[in-house]
């Protein structure tokens, strides 16, 4: 009988769907079928701190997460190309130094993120340079995908019918709040729709029907990204 391949799944990480990412990733786990995969939960915390242990398995961990109670271990990605371990480390004393152990060792790897810090090619970026293989998009597929602004101007290059838009930034919100409303109004007629480039859900997304409106939408939108998209 053929070993069984080692699966990783990442999840969770430091977006604002992160609650979304945790309960995608415990589906799918749930659905794997355990005569071909050793499956590792590799948990990323709001912190960006990463974690394995069977507790990840349990919904109930992730309510009031505390991963001592919850006896998860902290691990380390090796970068190493083709070592393909999570590391973790530990004090052995005072003055002892440190040890460190191979957690896991990865076969393959399934990132269920949403929105960025994991959807967006950064995790991509990573895994490539481990030379882990993963079930995604690429780093560009997945940069461009997931940033509303550049999938636009892709669309476009390829001559697919898009809506008139324009692209804003927070530092121009920042420096000429005004301004920039002014510029919106003048290339667009209301109502229009704020969407924040880079998140991959409606968080964040408001309709506008006059200036008041749009005050809001802009910085409800720049709360959650540095660039904004209107429709």
Not at 62 to 70: E, H, I
Not at 73 to 88: E, K, N
Request: some cysteine; glycine content about 10%; aromatic content about 8%.
């Amino acid at each position: 009988m053929a070993a069984k391949l080692s699966l990783g799944i990442l999840f969770g990480s430091r977006s604002c769907e992160h609650e979304v990412s945790i309960v995608s990733a415990l589906q799918l786990a749930n659905f794997v079928n355990p005569f071909k995969y050793d499956i590792t939960l590799v948990y990323i915390s709001r912190e960006g701190a990463w974690y394995v242990g069977p507790a990840l398995w349990k919904l109930e961990t992730y309510l009031d997460f505390d991963p001592r109670k919850s006896g998860l271990t902290q691990v380390f990605p090796d970068m190493t190309a083709r070592s393909r371990a999570l590391v973790s480390v530990r004090r052995a004393g005072l003055f002892a130094g440190e040890t460190r152990r191979v957690a896991a060792r990865l076969d393959c790897v399934i990132p269920v993120m949403h929105g960025l810090h994991g959807e967006d090619g950064s995790l991509q970026g990573m895994l490539e340079m481990m030379d882990l293989p993963y079930a995604s998009c690429g780093v560009a597929g997945s940069a461009v995908g997931l940033d509303k602004i550049m999938m636009k101007q892709a669309f476009r290059g390829c001559g697919f019918p898009v809506l008139a838009d324009t692209a804003v930034s927070r530092q121009e919100w920042l420096h000429d709040p005004d301004g920039l409303i002014a510029h919106i109004e003048g290339c667009l007629p209301y109502p229009v729709f704020v969407k924040p480039a880079n998140l991959g859900s409606s968080i964040g997304v408001s309709r506008a029907d006059d200036r008041e409106t749009l005050k809001a939408a802009l910085a409800l939108g720049f709360s959650l990204d540095r660039r904004c998209l209107v429709e």
